[in-house]
């Protein structure tokens, strides 16, 4: 089934520093979302990006979409102690399949030690 | 502001006990989502409903039911409880399908089956 796959699995870095995740999926999508989810609770929307989009911005956060190569970055800027949680990528299934199912890899445990 | 609402936050049940996972959200959403997370697997599509009166199958729906009378609540039922079954379960809930529209989620229910 269509699958986000996000790289790497685990990620340490220094607060202050940039942090880039990946993810790579499958087949064609209309759009694709990133999640965070702090250690036992549940995941909380970051940013959505549309297939016609190559690049998107929310405060700290830049997100790049490579249609052509079915992957996609997300970079955290001037990391904080905050920002520790997984984050996990959700795509959907195109313009052949559902509007109702995400499908969500299984994600990138970032820490960001102060 | 409660959002989405899951109870119990915690439960452990015997094989081949049932059981019921309550979900509300007070957002008027129409769409409404179970998803169960296990270490290493990310989160897996259970059921889903587009209203009330409507409820589709997601990725793994083997073992579990559901039902939407009402837009606010979504209960998802556990018929014969299964060690297998053991895992973290979340609801979200969205205005619109999740392709294109952020998903709200509890903060989960941890089940274990003994």
């Known amino acids: 089934s269509q699958q986000g796959e996000e790289d790497p699995q685990a990620l340490s870095i220094q607060e202050g520093e940039n942090a880039t995740m990946n993810c790579s999926y499958k087949?064609?999508?209309?759009?694709l979302q990133w999640y965070r989810q702090n250690s036992g609770r549940g995941l909380v929307h970051l940013i959505l990006?549309?297939?016609?989009?190559r690049e998107k911005h929310s405060g700290r956060l830049r997100v790049t979409l490579d249609t052509s190569k079915k992957s996609s970055s997300l970079l955290i800027t001037a990391s904080r102690a905050a920002d520790t949680a997984s984050y996990f990528c959700?795509?959907?299934?195109?313009?052949?399949?559902?509007?109702?199912?995400?499908?969500f890899g299984k994600g990138t445990l970032l820490t960001v030690n102060p | 502001n409660a959002g989405v609402t899951q109870t119990p936050k915690f439960q452990v049940l015997k094989t081949g006990q049932s059981m019921t996972l309550q979900c509300a959200q007070d957002?008027?959403?129409?769409?409404m989502s179970w998803y169960r997370q296990d270490p290493g697997m990310g989160l897996r599509l259970i059921h889903y409903?587009?209203?009330?009166?409507?409820?589709d199958q997601g990725e793994v729906p083997n073992g579990y039911n559901v039902s939407r009378s009402t837009t606010e609540d979504f209960p998802l039922r556990l018929l014969s409880a299964a060690p297998s079954q053991t895992s973290v379960y979340f609801c979200?809930?969205?205005?619109?399908?999740?392709?294109?529209?952020?998903?709200?989620f509890g903060d989960g229910t941890r089940l274990s089956i003994l």
């Open positions: 087949t064609s999508i209309n759009n």
């Open positions: 957002m008027n959403h129409e769409y």
């Open positions: 979200a809930s969205s205005s619109g399908g999740p392709s294109n529209q952020p998903q709200h």
């Open positions: 990006i549309r297939s016609n989009e």
């Open positions: 959700a795509t959907d299934a195109g313009s052949g399949g559902s509007n109702y199912k995400l499908t």
């Open positions: 409903s587009v209203g009330a009166g409507i409820t």
